[in-house]
């Protein structure tokens, strides 16, 4: 039987994309784990610019296929039949793909709907907020078992998450954990509240910061002052938030926050 050459981009939808009312669903859709390979990443990749460029989608949202699995990480068959170097670059890919979600001055938005471990919560770890469906499934960077490192970010998010000691607790041990647990450590932000569909929950939430109800253009600001001030000197991120700041000043948002502040009634936000 011939090897797989694992180079090579799919013909398969492994990345589904589907944008309505301002929210783009990213959905991982190999099963059964929706393990990521580099064509996986490709297609993440493509999908994380199709929604940064689309001027009507103000919040990305990305999830797993089924109920099973968000994302049990890299395809470990992969993982075994490819070479070294090979590995090094589908790393460096997969690093910036994430930084590029994790850049793209729109909210982005976790939907943790099953087992969410390995590169499965390096992915989740880049988004702005992670939302999780109740249940046993596990979360957590357990690479050390198999003898190498949390390699697609979660060495640096996890810690400057969670702090260091903690996080090198839980990468050093190798531990998972349930929902509740990460909830109660801030790795999660929230559990889902009802018993409805998890996915439209998560829309519901998705669609409080899409014009007219949030200003989309101060959200993706913060956002940015956030990801790129914590990364600078504390003047340095000063300077930032005040460039961003004027911009904001003068868009159209602003002019309808501050007036409809002073006319004492809802605002009504384009966006912009």
């Known amino acids: 039987m011939t090897a797989r050459d694992w180079t090579q981009p799919s013909t398969a939808t492994l990345v589904d994309y589907r944008a309505e009312g301002g929210v783009a669903v990213l ?92 590169g499965g919560l390096e992915v989740a770890l880049a988004c702005d907020l992670r939302l999780c469906a109740k249940g046993d499934f596990k979360l957590g960077l357990p690479e050390v078992n198999l003898g190498v490192l949390p390699g697609t970010g979660g060495t640096q998010r996890l ?18 954990m349930l929902p509740p647990e990460a909830l109660g450590l801030g790795l999660v932000s929230r559990l889902a509240k009802g018993d409805g569909p998890f996915l439209d929950e998560v829309l519901a939430y998705a669609r409080e910061f899409v014009p007219p109800k949030r200003a989309a253009m101060a959200v993706g600001h913060i956002k940015r002052a956030v990801q790129s001030g914590l990364e600078v000197g504390f003047h340095e991120g000063l ?30 936000f384009q966006g912009r």
Do not use: W
Request: contains cysteine; charged residues 20%; hydrophobic residues 40%.
């Open 27 to 118: 959905t991982l859709a190999d099963p059964p784990a929706n393990t990521y390979s580099f064509a996986m990443m490709k297609q993440l990749d493509d999908a994380i610019l199709r929604a940064r460029f689309d001027e009507a989608v103000h919040v990305i949202v990305l999830t797993g296929a089924g109920s099973k699995f968000f994302c049990a990480g890299a395809n470990i068959q992969m993982l075994q039949e490819v070479t070294p170097t090979f590995k090094y670059y589908f790393c460096l890919h997969a690093n910036e793909t994430l930084n590029r979600l994790e850049q793209t001055p729109k909210l982005t938005i976790a939907a943790i709907n099953g087992h969410c471990v390995g």
């Open 159 to 176: 810690a400057r998450l969670l702090g260091k000691a903690k996080a090198l607790e839980l990468m050093l041990e190798g531990k998972n």
């Open 239 to 268: 300077s930032l938030e005040r460039e961003l700041q004027q911009r904001l000043f003068v868009s159209a948002d602003a002019g309808e926050g501050i007036r409809a502040y002073n006319e004492k009634r809802a605002p009504s």
